[in-house]
Structures are given as structure tokens and as C-alpha cells.
């Protein structure tokens, strides 16, 4: 009678627990992770952020990150917090795409994977067959599954074929061949040789100036500069030499014509008078020398040489030459080094 008592008890519990609602459940993780459930649904989140839903044959969630994903009826997508997707539809298929642009797509059941980049090249991998690929420049290549062979070809009629653990060979659009064997050493081409010429010359150097026509007009006047100077000097030379001689020659003709006494008379007056006349043609011809040795230079003009007892300062990091009141600048040429006449630094 007792064991008849209880099993109607536990009978009526069943029923009423059966009839009433559905019981509900909620659980705290330690970092601060949470979880609920009750009516068919449930939802959770993590201690970053996170979270995630589900019910009614249908579920959704969102990364801490920034990515989501959600499903339902067959079918689920997802995007990544940095720009990348993919979908599954069930008993069609599942495309891919990443933030670059790059795509993929696979077809249920084909057996068949192909992939697409932003630039026009794409890619095919067929199950059991091989992988074949093409650029957006029009070249191609196809390896075919467990053949051990790689074959590519361009546009213009050229192919090359890779036979694994063998070697390479190519073929050109103009009938050239190349092999290379795996593994064997090619020692590298000699290098070019390139036989030495000497650097082209940058001015030519005269007496006084350094292809005064070809560097700048101003060159061009300082030669002429120099030209009267030397001209000068020569001029005032013989003139000094021709007077001297012809005083001397004038003094002992007279002295040869004459006495003793008009012979040294007139000697003495010849040495006198060419005394006289060297000095004066002298100082002339020096007045004239020094009037002419004072060169002078060109602004913008261009020298092998500089006068002597010239200065070298420095300004601003630079090397100068002051030349009384004449500024050079020195540099390089490949006759050497060469002096312009620049302004006051």
C-alpha cells in the first residue's frame, strides 16, 4: 500500500513539473564572464566584451575586437574586426574575402576551390586533378596532382617546366632552349670588363689663364690682360737695352776722332751721357715694366696660378685666397687645381 502511495506522488510531481514552465539557469565566471539560459535561448559574454546569443534555431556573436558572426537555417556568415568575410550556405557553398581584396570560393561537393586577387590573377585547385593559375599580365601555370611537374607559359610564346627532383627546362618565344639540372652548380658569369678611359678634360691651362673663351667672357679679358702685361715688359726691356747701347756707341766714336784729352773729354762725356740715358731709359722702362706687372683680374675669371704672397683665409668653412684686393676661390679640374676671381665673400 505504501510503495502504491509514492509512485502516485512521484507520478503527480512529474505531471506538474511537466505543465508548468520551463526552468531557467544563469552562472558567473571569476573574471566577470557571464552566461544565461532558459526558454529555448541563451546568451553570454565575456570579461573583454564579447558576446553571444542563441535561440530558436538561431545564434549570433561579436568578438571583443570587433569581429561578429551569426547563423541560422542552414546558413552562417562572419566578418572580421580588420575588414575580412565569409558565408556558408549549406549544400551550396562558402565564399571568403580578406580586406586586400583577395577572394575565394568553394562549391559543395565539386571538389573545386578557386581564388581571385584585386589585379585580374586567379587560381583554381581541383581535387584529385591539379591547381592551375593565371596573372593579370596574361602568364599561366598548371601542376598536376601528383604528376611532379609545373609547366608555365606567357603570352609571347615562351614556357618553362619544373620536373621535380630532375631540373628545369625553358624554351623562348624564339625557339632557345635552357636547361638547368637540380642541384648542380653553375659558377656565375665573369664580370663585365670595362676598359678604363681616362677623364675628359675640363679646361686647358695657358700662361695666365685657363681656357678663357671656353669657361666665360671674363676669362677671355683677363687673357688680353695678361697679354698687354707681358708685352709691356718686354717693350720697356729693349728699350732700356737699346738706349744703353747707343749712348756707349756715341762716346767712343767721339773719343776715337779726336785727342787724348777730347778723347777722354769726350769719352767721359760719353759714359756720362749714357749714364744719363741708361738711367732715364731705365726708370722708363721700369715705370713702364711696373705699370704693366700689375695684372689685373677678371671677375669670374679662371687661373692655373695666383700671384705670390697672396693670403688664405677661411670664411664660412670655405678656402679662400685674397690676392691684394683679389678674391680666389680654388677647385678641382682634371688638369688639376684652377682659381676663380669670385666676389667678397
Known amino acids: ?48 566584451g564579447g558576446s553571444a546569443s542563441g535561440g530558436g534555431g538561431s545564434w549570433s556573436g561579436s568578438g571583443y575586437r570587433g569581429g561578429s558572426a551569426s547563423g541560422g537555417g542552414g546558413s552562417s556568415s562572419g566578418s572580421g574586426a580588420y575588414g575580412g568575410s565569409a558565408s556558408h550556405t549549406r549544400g551550396e557553398g562558402t565564399s571568403a574575402s580578406n580586406q586586400y581584396g583577395e577572394g575565394a570560393y568553394h562549391a559543395t561537393g565539386s571538389g573545386q576551390t578557386t581564388m581571385t586577387n584585386p589585379y585580374g590573377g586567379s587560381a583554381t585547385h581541383t581535387a584529385g586533378q591539379g591547381t592551375s593559375a593565371t596573372n593579370q599580365y596574361g602568364d599561366s601555370a ?54 678604363y678611359h681616362p677623364p675628359t678634360t675640363v679646361n686647358y691651362y695657358g700662361s695666365s689663364c ?14 688680353g690682360a695678361a697679354v698687354g702685361m707681358a708685352a709691356g715688359a718686354a717693350i720697356a726691356s729693349s728699350n732700356t ?29 760719353g759714359v756720362a751721357a749714357g749714364s744719363a740715358s741708361t738711367a732715364s731709359a731705365s726708370a722708363s722702362g721700369v715705370a713702364a715694366g711696373s705699370a704693366a ?23 664660412q668653412g670655405g678656402t679662400y685666397y685674397l690676392c691684394g ?21
Open 1 to 48: 500500500m505504501k510503495k502504491t502511495v509514492t509512485a502516485g506522488l512521484v507520478g503527480l510531481l512529474i505531471a506538474a513539473l511537466s505543465g508548468g514552465p520551463a526552468w531557467a539557469w544563469s552562472h558567473s565566471g571569476r573574471y566577470g564572464g557571464s552566461a544565461s539560459g532558459g526558454g529555448g535561448s541563451w546568451s553570454a559574454s565575456g570579461d573583454r
Open 142 to 195: 598548371y601542376h598536376a596532382t601528383g604528376s611532379g611537374q609545373t609547366t608555365m607559359t606567357n603570352p609571347y610564346g615562351g614556357s618553362a617546366t619544373h620536373y621535380a627532383g630532375y631540373g628545369t627546362t625553358a624554351t623562348t618565344a624564339y625557339g632557345t632552349t635552357a636547361y638547368h639540372a637540380s642541384g648542380a652548380y653553375y659558377p656565375p658569369p665573369p664580370h663585365a670588363y670595362y676598359p
Open 210 to 223: 685657363g681656357n678663357c673663351g671656353g669657361w666665360s667672357s671674363a676669362g677671355a679679358a683677363a687673357a
Open 241 to 269: 737695352a737699346a738706349a744703353t747701347s747707343n749712348a756707349y756707341n756715341a762716346g767712343v766714336a767721339a773719343g776715337t776722332s779726336s785727342t787724348a784729352a777730347s778723347t777722354s773729354t769726350a769719352y767721359n762725356a
Open 293 to 315: 706687372a700689375q695684372p689685373v683680374y677678371a671677375m669670374g675669371g679662371i687661373y692655373p696660378t695666383i700671384p705670390p704672397g697672396c693670403i688664405s683665409p677661411k670664411v
Open 325 to 345: 684686393n683679389t678674391w680666389f676661390q680654388p677647385s678641382y679640374g682634371a688638369n688639376g687645381v684652377y682659381y676663380k676671381v669670385v666676389p667678397t665673400p
